[in-house]
């Protein structure tokens, strides 16, 4: 039996189940046996005191909208880029201009790199000079 089934995880949620699950005294006479109520058609389960009914109530555990949005995106990105993979091996025109596409990704991060970001003090370092303050540019 399962009991308690929680999340604090933003991309899971849980839902149903039954708070009531029995539990079972330890050490008492007969306790953990089980039966089967014919009246309420359900199981129950000695606790040392009494018969107690075992709901028939289940959790579902499942991932968010945005969990699934995500995974779904990221399957999308995956397939699309196999396709592009296999269609540039087999075409020489497509890997050069993929090639191109690497190559400027490449300068446009070490571009990133050097101006920054738009949280930054204005403090940037320029080849073959030291930290020089420039004054942020109103948008």
Known sequence: ????????????????GSAMTPYISP????AGQVRYNTSSNNLEVWDGVTWKEITMAYTTIDLTYEAQSLLQWAKNARDKDLARETRIRSNPALKKAYEAIQRA???FELLDKIVGDD?????????????????????
């Not at 050490?27 to 007969?30: L, V």
């Not at 204005?122 to 004054?135: A, E, L, N």
């Open 1 to 16: 039996m399962i009991k308690g089934i929680t999340s604090s995880s933003s991309y899971l949620t849980v839902t149903g």
């Open 119 to 139: 949280n930054n003090s204005g403090q940037m370092i320029y080849p073959g000079g030291s930290p020089q303050y420039i004054k942020p540019v109103a948008p």
């Open 105 to 107: 990704e490449e300068n």
């Open 27 to 30: 050490g008492a006479q007969g």
